[in-house]
């Protein structure tokens, strides 16, 4: 599997302190069956991105690891105000492996109308958006039209492992199993940030979603379109990562009867 999502980088946000919890988590991830990991700190108000520091603890990594499990590096990225306009002059500077692939971070507090000119204007530079874990965003659950929008536009989802199992609390599983429903995600990743708190957690939610979506599904959302991100690639199969033969009325108008 591909974890595209990741806070595995050690002294650099709320994620791991030391160089060995990063190490605990990597080897949680291995064990999994996890071969490929996209370290993404923050880059936010509280914690300021630096991609020379991000090098420089990625290599500490990797030393340590010994290649059991190919690092990238890209970022959780805040969508401020600030955060756009330096993505505007450094279009690589947060991308997932300097690729098109962005993961874009919605505020916990609202999303506003303006988000969405916004994320089209990124598409139209070239930068396909992966709108971070809409599932535990409580505007979004609320009013999924949103999500749908920018998905029209060339926007991508991403969900999360925890969320399947119930860790973000019952309105974000049953969120994320509407989206999946309605063919509306296109990644799965973990998010990881500690063993104990946030723990990655991406085999178990491959069999869930194996268990409830088939295997062709849990494999297309935690190995095949992230692997394609990782490397910069369309992502494969773009007939089955549309709206899972539902159109986005209908999906919508399911949700709207389900409540
Ligand atoms: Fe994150």
Redesign the pocket.
């Known amino acids: 599997m591909f974890d595209i ?3 595995l980088l050690f002294g650099l946000d709320d994620g791991p302190k030391t160089i060995e919890d990063s190490l605990k988590l990597a080897e949680a991830s291995i064990a999994e069956g996890v071969t490929h990991i996209v370290c ?1 700190p ?1 880059a936010n108000e509280r914690f300021p991105f630096q991609p020379e520091r991000n090098r420089e603890k990625l290599a500490l990594l990797n030393e340590q690891l010994g290649g059991r499990v190919t690092l990238g590096l890209g970022c ?1 990225f805040h969508l401020s105000h600030e955060n756009i306009e330096e993505l505007k002059s450094n279009r690589t500077k947060y991308t997932i492996n300097g690729t098109k692939y962005l ?1 874009a ?1 919605l505020s916990d507090f609202g999303v506003p109308h303006s988000l969405s000119k916004t994320l089209d204007h990124l598409t139209r530079m070239g930068i396909v958006p992966i709108i ?2 809409p599932e535990r965003n409580p505007t979004l659950v609320a009013d999924p039209s949103r999500i749908a929008e920018w998905i029209g536009f060339g926007c991508l989802i991403q969900i999360t492992a925890g969320s399947l199992l119930g860790r973000f609390g019952k309105r974000a599983e049953s969120m994320s199993h509407h989206l999946l429903r309605h063919g509306w995600v296109h990644f799965v990743a973990s ?1 990881a ?1 500690s063993i104990d708190g946030r723990p990655p957690s991406m085999a178990p939610a491959h069999d869930v979603l194996k268990r409830r979506y088939g295997r062709e599904t849990a494999d297309r959302l935690s190995l095949h379109n992230p692997r394609a991100a990782f490397l910069g690639e369309a992502l494969p199969d773009a007939a089955s990562n549309s709206h899972g033969g539902k159109s986005r009325k209908a999906g919508l108008l399911d949700w709207v009867l389900r409540r």
Do not use: G
């Open positions: 999502h990741y806070h993404t923050h959780d993961l971070e971070t874990h998010d940030h």
